[in-house]
């Protein structure tokens, strides 16, 4: 996630908890990004606060009365907004029971407006099902920022199934936007290798791979180089080519750092036949020091000075050793 | 993450420093959007309460009543 929808998906949240629109937070666009979430916190705290009393004699008439007709009050008197801010007083045993009972259209409505720092510990009550319906209608209506939030909240174990219910899009637009991106590797670990390939798909045919590549970049090496085998599976090498003449390569540098020599040698030699040497170059600086001995094979000297200069030209090599000489290290380094 | 300013005992908000930073204007208005918030609130939990009283069957009323306003 970059740090401007970082921000942006900050600004969204806090708006939610205000109940204003975005944009009449435009006034906090300078504003740091833990500032916001600062603002939020507080701002939550408040508003249990203020009507805490009131918020937990409804928890308590939830105890006294029948749970259907608790269920009823919550989504017919309280609403989402309110009922997602008393969920904080919930025990787990309560919040299991109405959750069962409620619609899962008004659950994913709560969960636009919960303190997920409250209420992220009664979620382990909750059943899988009732939060893969739930998960189904936030999908239904691209709440990817929620999704995003609840990953942080969701043990692997109930993630590997939850995951079925989305599809490639779906995953990585919500997981372009996950609040907590040490769980983007674990994650992915979860998916088979069928399901990298349907987000990469997914990236082809909704242009994400910026996303794509932004997801990647929080992954571990194990799960890079899975990665980077769907690319290979999922991309023709002049396909691979065309992604990185259409986007910077700086972009989706995530992609490239797990893909093999035979992917980067047919890549890189479709770049050189259309002469594009700025791209080249910075394709260059983002492929492995041990697949650029397979870039350059094909190279002749020219091509190799061409490529040399428009990354040194680029500004991405600053004073560091040449192509040449960083593929031959990498080959003594293996061999 | 930058310390709270201006944290008073009397329960006023107490806004990040960083956007006090930004100004009087700034400040004003997020204290305005949390104060119409609150306010928000307060009128949703009030009408909620009347709502839960509306849905409850009659018999069930007066412990609700008693729940809910103590």
């Given amino acids: 996630m970059s740090a401007d929808s970082d921000h942006e998906a900050e600004v969204l949240r806090l708006a939610r908890v205000l109940g204003v629109a975005p944009g009449d937070l435009d006034v906090l666009d300078p504003v740091p990004l833990e500032s916001v979430r600062e603002l939020r916190d507080t701002v939550q705290d408040r508003l249990l606060a203020r009507n805490h009393d009131q918020f937990a004699r409804a928890v308590a008439l939830a105890d006294r009365v029948p749970g259907a007709l608790a269920a009823k009050l919550a989504q017919h008197a309280m609403g989402p907004v309110l009922g997602g801010r008393a969920a904080a007083l919930l025990t787990p045993a309560k919040a299991a029971e109405l959750a069962h009972r409620l619609p899962p259209e008004f659950l994913a409505q709560v969960a636009c407006h919960v303190d997920l720092r409250r209420v992220g510990g009664l979620l382990a009550g909750i059943s899988t099902d009732t939060m893969a319906q739930a998960g189904a209608e936030l999908r239904r209506h691209e709440e990817w920022i929620v999704l995003g939030a609840f990953v942080g909240y969701v043990d692997d174990g109930r993630l590997a199934t939850l995951l079925d219910v989305f599809d490639g899009e779906a995953l990585l637009r919500a997981g372009f936007v996950v609040e907590d991106s040490a769980r983007l590797d674990p994650v992915v670990g979860l998916l088979s290798d069928g399901r990298l390939d349907e987000l990469l798909d997914a990236a082809a045919q909704h242009d994400l791979w910026v996303q794509a590549a932004a997801l990647v970049g929080h992954l571990g090496p194990q799960q890079s180089e899975r990665v980077g085998r769907a690319v290979e599976r999922c991309l023709t090498p002049q396909a691979l080519a065309d992604l990185v003449v259409q986007i910077d390569p700086d972009a989706v540098a995530g992609l490239l750092a797990g893909i093999g020599p035979d992917t980067v040698a047919q890549a890189g030699a479709h770049l050189r036949r259309r002469e594009r040497w700025t791209v080249l170059g910075a394709f260059a600086a983002h492929v492995a020091d041990e697949n650029l001995a397979a870039l350059l094979d094909g190279f002749d000297d020219e091509a190799i000075a061409l490529t040399?200069?428009?990354?040194?030209?680029?500004?991405?090599?600053?004073?560091?050793?040449?192509?040449?000489?960083?593929?031959?290290?990498a080959a003594r380094t293996q061999g | 993450?930058?310390?709270?300013?201006?944290?008073?005992?009397?329960?006023?908000?107490?806004?990040?420093?960083?956007?006090?930073?930004?100004?009087p204007e700034v400040e004003a208005a997020v204290r305005a959007l949390v104060a119409d918030a609150e306010a928000r609130e307060d009128r949703e939990v009030d009408a909620a309460l009347d709502s839960a009283l509306g849905i409850v069957p009659r018999p069930l009323r007066g412990v609700v009543r008693k729940v809910l306003l103590g």
Avoid: C, F
């Fill in chain 1, 308 to 329: 040399e200069q428009a990354l040194r030209e680029s500004g991405r090599s600053g004073a560091g050793p040449s192509l040449r000489v960083r593929a031959d290290a």
């Fill in chain 2, 1 to 23: 993450m930058s310390a709270p300013a201006g944290a008073q005992a009397d329960g006023a908000l107490a806004l990040p420093e960083t956007i006090v930073a930004q100004g």
